[in-house]
């Protein structure tokens, strides 16, 4: 017994914790096949998990397990379940649950290295890799981020201080003509989010229209920048998509590197989708030009399947995002060592905790190859279940298959229709999907980002949906 209040376990506590935390993982593993994809939500137990007050004398370590076994795991979505095929969400890997409770352990700070010096180099050992994956050099830096949105909103802030160099002194208020940004028809809503979040006001962020493959279409890129200086503004970016999210197509980017280099634009690639496919041999070779961009920004919490959160923000210079984000104060000065990074100079974070662990963690365990092998099989799964769609006649593929997102139309089906298919899907516990809206076309669209996805889970998926449309093509008839 020690003398004095404490927060920390004894041995029998450890003892327990660890037992019980082992039962947790395994039984969950065991339990995923099995659980209903959305949960029938209890709102009496959410109600009162909501308002039961927090107890003076706590309910100790085997209570707490039973209110997360019996109130929070039932009230869960089971997103590692094979047949969830929605947005882009994968299920996290085996080791990355310890690799989180020994970064909880540890609890390092990784804002300067004299906090987390190991911290800082397994973070930037994880950094370099994936900056050589897109064939950045020796320049090169980045930093992790909370996910593919926070690392272009990083992204658009860089480019803003390497454009207007008097940015951080005077904001975008005085300090020229109006600022624009472009991006695709296609694009992320995290771009205009940033372009929002950042000033540059969504006026000031044109949208330029896809192709019938839907990418950015290069010559309107080139037209609009035209018009846009001609109207005295002043275009200092475009975001080009590596994947969009919802056909997982990819703009030109080699094309419109030339455009951006001749304009002197920064170029930031919206890769959090598609970029990490850059691990599969069957990648697109169009991924070979994001070697080209200034900065790209990738999501480890998608295709490296480490638990959320974990984004990733490249910069081909990182002496740029150092530009746009470090500031010295008196307090947190250490000397500067060759080896470490100090994160807090590389993004709006100060204290920082250590995401790298588990991707470095999941990258050491299992091998690069297990990743690569696991990325590529989600490809060929993508592509038979385009092929399985293309071969019913009742269900359309509404758009070319490049990477994993798979659009599908119930031929004759209305926007009601699809939303009744999606819904009956969960309650029979056959598939999560979404929803898919192409050109004012609707349909449902499933994203094979999932490891424990089977052919037979497709199969299973096409089956009832060709059952639906089998249906709805009957009561057209009528
Ligand atoms: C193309 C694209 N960009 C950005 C994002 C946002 O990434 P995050 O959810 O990690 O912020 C997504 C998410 O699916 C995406 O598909």
Known sequence: MTEHPT????????KTAGRLLAAFLEGYEDSIPGRPLVPEVNREVLANLLTTPFPD???????????????????????????????????????????EAIAAAINQNCNFWQLSPSASVIERAVVSWLAGLFGYGEQ????????????????????????????????????????????????????????????????????????????????????????????????????????TVTTGSIDPI????????????????????????????????????????????????KLLFAPLEAGCLLVRDRTQLRDAFAFSSSYLTVAED?????????GPQL????????????????????FRSVIGRTLDLAQYLAGRIQAEPD???MAPVPLTAV??????????????????????????????????????????????TTHADIDLIVDRLAEMAHDVRSRVAR
Not at 351 to 370: E, N, P, V
């Open 407 to 452: 659009c599908v139309q119930i031929k004759g089906a209305t926007e009601a229709d699809h939303t009744a298919a999606l819904a009956t899907l969960i309650n029979e516990g056959t598939a999560l999907l979404g929803p898919a809206r192409l050109n004012g076309r609707h349909g449902i669209r499933a994203c094979v980002t999932n490891y424990r």
């Open 395 to 397: 269900l359309e593929l």
């Open 140 to 243: 090169s830096g980045g930093i992790l981020t909370g996910g593919g949105s926070i690392a272009t909103l990083n992204a658009l802030a860089t480019a803003l201080h390497a454009h207007r160099p008097g940015y951080r002194e005077q904001g975008l208020q005085n300090s020229g003509p109006r600022l624009v940004l472009y991006t695709s028809a296609e694009a992320h809503r995290c771009v205009d989010k940033a372009a929002a979040i950042l000033g540059i006001g969504l006026d000031n962020v044109r949208h330029i229209p896809a192709d019938d493959r839907h990418r950015m279409r290069a010559d309107a890129l080139e037209q609009a920048v035209r018009d846009d200086r001609a109207a005295g503004l002043e275009p200092f970016c475009v975001v080009a998509t590596a994947g």
């Open 338 to 346: 060759p080896l470490m990074v100090d994160y807090m100079d590389y």
């Open 57 to 99: 004398k706590g309910i100790g370590i085997e209570g707490l397990f039973h209110e997360i076994n019996d109130k929070i795991l039932p009230n869960s979505t089971t997103v590692s379940h094979p047949r969830f095929l929605a947005y882009v969400l994968g299920p996290p890997n085996g080791i990355a649950p310890y690799a």
């Open 254 to 301: 080699a094309e419109i590197a030339d455009l951006c280099m001749s304009e002197n634009l920064w170029l930031h690639v919206d890769g959090a989708y598609g970029a990490l496919f850059v691990l599969s041999d069957r990648s697109d070779p169009a991924l070979a030009a994001c070697a080209r961009a200034d900065s790209i920004a990738l999501d480890p919490h």
């Open 351 to 370: 204290s920082r905790g250590f995401k790298a662990l588990k991707i470095w963690s999941a990258l050491q365990a299992f091998g690069i190859d297990t």
């Open 7 to 14: 927060l920390s376990l004894d041995k029998d506590g450890h």
